[in-house]
């Protein structure tokens, strides 16, 4: 049977195009710390920097004013951010100490949960797996989450600066200086519209990078200083979808099994965001071994499933989203994150167990260590990689960093397939993650050879399942059609991989037809499993992409 490597054909990753040595603009606004990112990991180093400045001024002797900027490029705070999800409170409690748990938040308690095994047509129960166990987490809307720690931020005067993502890196030799954000206003051909407005640089003492799943820059800084993890990253792809329903589900839901076929990982999602609001996905590796393998396509296959179609019977989708999702894990680690004025945290570091489908309070326990470490740097006015190598340190001996080492081989092991991955999960579990305990070598998941096979058919029904322009249309997207291309195509590829381009991408931006490829770029709506297979994602005019309200 035919196989391809879609690393054959991916464009290089470009990291020059994300590092500037120009020097800053005359008109450069100067920041003493620049956050790139306004998502949990953001948003908690900007509380927590915030708060121990205001604290060691009000004891004397103190920093004075530190200017911090957060940017976001989304038009409003939480429009980008997307997530299952079920909420480990712990980072919450520790970011905010004089706060009750009822004063958080979230929308409900885990008062339940079951897991099942699916068949195209059944569903068994299976026992809980120990780390899928949610006793004492919270289900939430990851957009409500972020919207409610920038009005936190923002009362302890932090400068949130929306609809403004970030170019490049300015950087000086190894050390970086600042950032450089995005042009808009431009048409299709980059030309200037009677909208345009130039980029814009931010001159820091400290950047911290919180730019989330597969973040360029990130990319971009630790490919420059030769950084280098034992694994490559790897990552997966989630689609979901948000339900006002008529009647109530109990518990959250979790499933394996059916629709993901064998030689793929993953399984599906089901919470009570409320009485009458279901959030419902599928979560599916980047590493599947079939060309024509389609996680959205899957998801609307899988709400006809007689264990979903009771609970979604009479309602209405309401929202639709993808991201992607770091997967690799304690092997997936670059061996440092910080350097001369930098700072690497959250999805951008691969801060993600998946064994217990948890990243949030890590990324926010990130962004808390990370703003320790700056605050230590400023009070000794040293912000060198030597300065800020505490955030490295402290992170080592977070419960971050034990969680990810005593199940550093739960994803691994799917790597051998479904049915012997759970057998060597099982061990893991029983010995605490320590047999199999050994390095697991991966490739990245463009590495991954695809063979080359059918797809199913497919026939959308409107009421239940859509098509990927629906899903595009319901995640709020406002990206103008003519704005420039932010996607790295190559300029020629052959039939099947323009077909796993277009089975891959959930928001219907790549087509495979008789004259080729074509992009359709503003449909985008920045998951960035382009990046992981195919063209590279690049960050382009504030404000596009979805706008998410209840995900």
């Known amino acids: 049977m035919a196989e391809f490597v879609p690393s054959t054909y991916q464009p290089k990753f470009d990291a020059a195009r994300f590092l500037c040595s120009d020097t800053p603009d005359d008109e450069a606004v100067p920041m003493d710390v620049v956050i790139v990112g306004g998502g949990p990991a953001g948003m908690a180093t900007a509380i927590e920097l915030a708060r121990l400045i205001q604290q060691d001024n009000e004891g004397g002797d103190g ?15 939480g429009q980008h951010n997307l997530s299952g999800a079920v909420v480990n409170p712990r980072s919450f409690h520790e970011l905010f100490p004089d706060l ?12 339940g949960e079951k897991v099942y095994f699916l068949t195209k047509g059944g569903a068994w129960r299976i026992p809980t797996p120990p780390a899928m166990k949610n006793h004492g987490n919270h289900i939430a809307s990851i957009c409500e989450l972020v919207r409610w720690l920038g009005g936190k931020a923002e009362e302890l005067g932090v400068n949130v600066f929306t609809g403004f993502p970030v170019e490049s890196l300015l950087v000086d030799g190894t050390t970086v200086r600042g950032v450089r954000t995005t042009a808009a206003g431009l048409d299709r051909d980059g030309g200037k519209t009677a909208a345009y407005q130039p980029a814009g ?31 490559p990253q790897i990552y997966a792809l989630g689609v979901k979808e948000v339900w006002e ?10 499933t394996m099994g059916w ?32 060309h024509t393998t389609d996680v959205h396509r899957m998801l609307q296959d899988m709400k006809n499933h007689p264990f979903f179609a009771d609970v979604l019977e009479g309602g209405e989708c309401v929202e639709w989203g993808a991201k992607t999702i770091p997967e690799g894990g304690w092997w997936s680690l670059p061996e440092r994150l910080s350097g001369d004025g930098m700072i690497v945290t959250g999805d951008a570091a691969g801060f993600v167990e998946v064994a217990s489908l948890k990243g949030i309070h890590y990324a926010m326990k990130s962004g808390i260590e990370a703003a320790r470490s700056i605050f ?54 029983i010995t605490g993650g320590a047999f199999p305990g050994g390095h697991i070598k991966t490739e990245a998941d463009a590495g991954e050879a695809r063979t080359v096979g059918e797809a199913p058919a497919f026939t959308p029904d409107g009421t239940r399942t859509f098509q990927k322009v629906d899903g595009v249309y319901k995640s709020g997207n406002q990206t103008r059609d003519d704005i420039p291309s932010h996607l790295s195509a190559p300029a020629e590829v052959p039939p099947e991989v323009a077909e796993l381009y277009a089975h891959m991408c959930p928001a219907g931006v790549y087509e495979a037809g008789p004259d080729g490829l074509t992009v359709n770029a503003p449909n985008c709506i920045d998951c960035k499993a ?22």
Not at 208 to 224: D, F, I, K, V
Not at 277 to 290: E, F
């Open 63 to 77: 920093l004075g004013e530190v200017e911090i900027a957060v940017l976001e490029k989304a038009e409003e705070l």
């Open 259 to 290: 629709p993901v076929p064998t030689d793929a990982f993953g399984g599906s999602f089901m919470y009570p965001l409320a009485d009458d609001l279901v959030a419902l996905g599928l979560v599916v590796g980047l590493d599947y071994r079939n």
């Open 245 to 254: 329903v008529k009647k109530p589900l109990e518990t959250i839901v979790h």
């Open 530 to 551: 382009t990046d992981v297979l195919g063209p590279r994602w690049a960050p382009r005019e504030g404000g596009s992409g979805p706008r998410y309200k209840r995900m």
């Open 376 to 429: 230590k740097a400023l009070k000794a006015d040293d912000c060198s990689a030597a300065g800020l190598a505490s955030y490295d340190a402290s992170m080592r001996e977070s419960f971050v960093y034990s969680d990810l080492k005593k199940r550093r081989n739960m994803r691994l092991a799917f790597k051998s397939g479904f049915v012997l991955g759970a057998v060597k999960a099982g061990l893991m579990t």
């Open 201 to 231: 640089d931010l001159t820091a003492r400290v950047v911290c990078l919180a730019e989330g799943t597969r973040g360029p820059l990130a990319q971009a800084w630790l490919e420059s200083q030769g950084i280098q993890a034992p694994n």
């Open 100 to 111: 009750a748990l009822e004063d958080f938040p979230f929308r409900r308690a885990v008062e």
